[in-house]
């Protein structure tokens, strides 16, 4: 199918002000580079990895706080749009060769052409940015699970609690994407989440590059990236993505 993922991008969003130094970070973090800028603005940036092909992309924008989403590389965008739609998504600005949309529960995210790529980079000191987390509004949070699953065609199953829905890409594939239903009413977000060995030695390096802690849970660390960006450090094995065995 044309319209079957290839390939998977987490943006790393950030207001204009403060981009530069959120690349710095996100850079120093995923032991990479950066790409020249793209765009009308120079809005656009790809992490390049030494080893392998880029998987984190980074947007500069000119109106909220930022957060995170997803690119979806595919053969044949209009194939996928066309079954985003179909699934309840809307169509927010196509592009040449490429569309932004937004699911039901209102998270945008993009469909972009596949390059070949297919080389997952490898773990970085221990960690590997590997999930996109949709924070879903709980009154949408079944249809926006229904949403994704079927779209992507990924393995769909309950999280580790009962608030989380994992969804698993095919080997090979760089992000999974995790839904964690919301206590309370409010927009879908979405943010990033890094799999860890051990989260506390990593903590201790993003502070040192001027990331600050904000709660810390059994399984995972809330962070603040030096622009003030939410993400997570989870204790997931970073080879697998999936929880670690117990001893």
């Known amino acids: ?29 995923t032991a990479t580079r950066l ?17 392998g092909d880029a998987c984190v ?13 997803l690119g979806l590389a595919v053969e044949d965008v209009p194939a996928l749009v066309n079954s985003a739609v179909r699934l309840g998504a809307e169509v927010v600005a196509p592009n040449k060769g490429w569309a932004v949309l937004r699911s039901p529960a209102g998270q945008l995210f993009c ?20 999930q996109v987390c949709l924070d879903v509004p709980p009154a949408d949070f079944d249809s926006e699970v229904a949403f994704w699953t079927a779209l992507s065609g990924w393995d769909s199953y309950p999280g580790s609690r009962p608030e989380f829905h994992v ?5 090979g594939l760089t992000t999974r994407i995790l839904l964690q239903r919301l206590e309370t009413p409010g927009p879908a977000s979405a943010h990033l989440d890094l799999a860890c060995t ?23 660390t809330v962070m603040r990236d030096p622009t003030g960006g939410t993400y997570c450090l989870t204790a997931r094995a970073p080879e697998t993505g999936g929880l670690p ?3």
């Open 35 to 51: 790409s020249a800028p793209r765009g009308e603005r120079g809005e656009f940036v790809t992490l390049l990895p030494e080893v």
């Open 167 to 171: 969804l698993r890409p095919p080997t």
């Open 245 to 247: 065995t117990p001893n």
């Open 111 to 130: 469909a972009v052409p596949w390059h070949g790529e297919s080389a997952r980079p490898p773990v970085v000191d221990g960690t590997r940015l590997d």
């Open 1 to 29: 199918m044309g319209g079957a993922i290839r390939w998977t991008y987490a943006f790393v969003d950030r207001p204009m002000a403060g981009f530069e130094r959120a690349c710095a970070f996100w850079t120093a973090v």
């Open 57 to 69: 992309k980074a947007q500069a924008i000119t109106s909220g706080d930022g957060g995170a989403h």
């Open 198 to 220: 051990d989260i506390d030695t990593t903590q201790a390096h993003h502070e040192h590059l001027g990331a600050t802690p904000v709660t810390r849970h059994p399984h995972w």
